[in-house]
């Protein structure tokens, strides 16, 4: 173990064996207004003339300048390039509280460099070494793209035939309805989920946060009704009486009489009716489930929030 804590088990490493071997370097040459367009493929890190970490090509230049003197020819072209931006994350403190800890040119980014002098210079060794800053851990990969002209290949479109090809056609018109289906449950979902989160909001459930913990932790667990009335059927008698007087605001009833409860299917479909986007789905136990649990599980997280005194839940 390394670092603070160790008795509380901070720290554990494990040392492995490993070969690490290095590409083969590239070729990369730029004439005299040729132009590299670099592609970062893991985070940047680089620092501004004042020491401090700076996502942007000013800082970049200053990186190149001063650790490359040869590619003191090579500017950035500014509107050629596209950079993002992401902050570096870490934990300080024995208690590991994450904190932003320095700004990057993000992953994804593109830089163009231009090469204004009148020598030829060979920007290979940007790609053989990892770049920037904190490369021992994995920052500053970057990726030549090709140069000049070459970077615009060439694209032949053949014409498709005259003949249909009448599989696939339906082929094509079975993709078209899945994708459809898929939107049409995406949007009823994203509809309970915002009821459930305002009715979440003006309701208060007098139970105790462990019955609202065994709800929540419950209803992600099961996948069908009678899975969860088998597990509603195991509160002990506290839990019964306590679960009885908010039974309503989650959709249950009693069962027979019994020591049990059973969800009132036709009241939580009432609610969910105007929402569906497919009026089939309401004869569809295992649909009408799905849509039973996602809400559930959007209003006990409202609940439980509301319960450790956070006022704002969205």
Not at 198 to 210: A, D, F, T, V
Not at 274 to 293: A, C, G, H
Request: proline share 3%.
């Amino acid at each position: 173990y390394l670092g603070k804590s160790k008795s509380a088990q901070y720290g554990l490493c494990e040392i492995i064996d490993a070969k690490f071997e290095r590409e083969n370097d590239l070729k990369r040459s730029l004439s005299k207004e040729d132009e590299v367009h670099i592609l970062c493929e893991s985070d940047l890190i680089v620092r501004n003339r004042n020491g401090y970490p700076e996502p942007s090509l000013d800082a970049f230049k200053f990186y190149l300048h001063e650790h490359f003197p040869e590619f003191s020819d090579l500017q950035p072209v500014y509107d050629k390039s596209y950079l993002k931006v992401r902050f570096i994350g870490g934990f300080r403190g024995v208690w590991r509280l994450e904190r932003p800890h320095v700004q990057a040119i993000a992953s994804g980014s593109v830089i163009t460099l231009k090469n204004e002098g009148e020598k030829e210079v060979d920007v290979s060794e940007l790609f053989n070494e990892l770049q920037g800053y904190y490369t021992e851990e994995g920052f500053g990969k970057l990726v030549p793209f090709p140069l000049g002209n070459t970077s615009i290949q060439s694209v032949t479109v053949s014409d498709p035939p005259d003949e249909k090809n009448d599989n696939n056609q339906v082929a094509t018109e079975n993709i078209i309805k899945e994708f459809a289906d898929y939107l049409h449950l995406q949007s009823t979902l994203q509809s309970i989920r915002r009821s459930a989160l305002e009715n979440g909001k003006k309701n208060n459930l007098s139970i105790s946060n462990s019955l609202i913990s065994f709800l929540y932790n419950g209803i992600r667990n099961v996948s069908t009704f009678a899975e969860w009335h088998n597990l509603l059927s195991d509160l002990r008698r506290k839990k019964f009486d306590a679960l009885e007087k908010v039974k309503t605001k989650l959709f249950l009833e009693k069962k027979n009489n019994s020591q049990s409860f059973s969800i009132n299917k036709d009241k939580f479909t009432h609610l969910i009716r105007e929402k569906l986007t497919r009026s089939e789905w309401l004869n569809d136990d295992e649909m009408v489930f799905r849509f039973y649990k996602e809400y559930m599980t959007v209003f006990l997280s409202v609940i439980r929030f509301k319960k450790r005194g956070v006022k704002d839940v969205e």
